[in-house]
Antibody, heavy 117, light 107 residues
């Protein structure tokens, strides 16, 4: 069974930092692009960042460029998002997700990040 | 950057109705479009990829169409389980772009 399990969310003050993680199992994690997608409370879906299978290609949404860093450890089947200079508007549920070339689509259950003083 | 615009933002309908949601891309995206269904507190669920291909296990009352800049998601006969929010998504090898969502409500 495929599983993506996010962790590390919580309450952080504006200007602070947080690292969230995504543990993958049940599929060949090292073969696929991975993404972070977020959803602010009561709002729509926003793609945040993606990373290629070997970490050679990395992309960010303009809203997080220069503040967030995506990384992965294929030996640990894990995806990470290091978030710094956090703002109130970064408050959201953060999902890790992927769609394989065969159109298998996998999402985690999400982890809530709250930025508030 | 390509922008995705959905309409309407909210749709009120009854069980058994045929409903259509439209998604427009700011530039041609061929058929690199997916549709998702999301219910409160849950991760999005893929319904359709490549504009018109139904994902495994998705009921046949869902269908997708279009290419280039204009796309549709149609539910042929709305069922109680279909009241949810629907998102279109442009995807390529590198990033995703979502529409703002369409909430399908009970009339």
């Amino acid at each position: 069974e495929v599983q993506l399990v996010e962790s590390g969310g919580g309450l952080v003050k504006p200007g602070g930092s947080l690292r969230i993680s995504c543990a993958a199992s049940g599929f060949t994690f090292s073969s696929y692009y991975m993404n972070w997608v977020r959803q602010a409370p009561g709002k729509g879906l926003e793609w945040v960042s993606s990373i290629s299978s070997s970490s050679n290609y990395i992309h960010y949404a303009d809203s997080v460029k220069g503040r967030f860093t995506i990384s992965r450890d294929n030996a640990k089947n894990s995806l990470y998002l290091q978030m710094s200079s956090l703002k109130a508007e970064d408050t959201a549920v953060y999902y890790c997700a992927t769609r394989t070339p065969g159109n298998y689509d996998y999402w985690g259950q999400g982890t809530l990040v709250t930025v508030s003083s | 950057d390509i922008q995705m615009t959905q309409s309407p933002s909210t749709l009120s309908a009854s069980v058994g109705d045929r409903v259509t949601i439209t998604c427009r891309a700011s530039d041609s995206i061929s058929t690199w479009l997916a549709w998702y269904q999301q219910k409160p507190g849950k991760a999005p669920k893929l319904l359709i990829y490549k504009a018109s291909s139904l994902d495994n296990g998705v009921p046949s009352r869902f269908s997708g169409g279009g290419s280039g800049t204009e796309f549709t998601l149609t539910i042929s006969s709305l069922q109680p389980d279909d009241f949810a929010t629907y998102y279109c998504q442009h995807y390529n090898s590198y990033w995703w772009t979502f529409g703002q969502g369409t909430k399908v409500e009970i009339k």
